[in-house]
């Protein structure tokens, strides 16, 4: 087999295609800095926990990150069907 064959059929590189995902749905990816960010500021309190114990300090961080992660995408489903049903009804009506 030559190498043409084992090219994707989409000639785009892996940042273009995350490019258009993005735009196609902006929460993925303040999901993803979300989840980034509450990680990161949790590894930085993680010296400063006093007492706390690891393991709970862990799971707060988890739930932390998991609430803004599910809150991300539930914004991205209400917006994508607030696009889809919505806002077409209010510009059909206003042709009329």
């Known amino acids: 087999m030559s190498s043409e064959e084992w090219k994707p059929t989409d000639a785009g590189t892996t940042s273009s295609k995350l490019i258009k995902k993005s735009k196609e749905s902006p929460f993925v990816p303040i999901g993803m800095a979300g989840f980034l960010g509450v990680v990161a500021f949790g590894l ?3 010296r400063s926990r006093g007492d706390q114990k690891m393991s709970v300090h862990l799971i707060h ?3 932390g990150a998991q ?5 991300a995408m539930t914004f991205g489903v209400m917006y994508s069907m ?3 049903y919505i ?3 209010f510009d059909h009506t206003d042709d009329e």
């Open 67 to 71: 609430g803004f992660v599910v809150g």
């Open 61 to 63: 961080m988890r739930v």
């Open 44 to 46: 930085y309190k993680l």
């Open 87 to 89: 806002k077409p009804r």
């Open 82 to 84: 607030y696009k889809e």
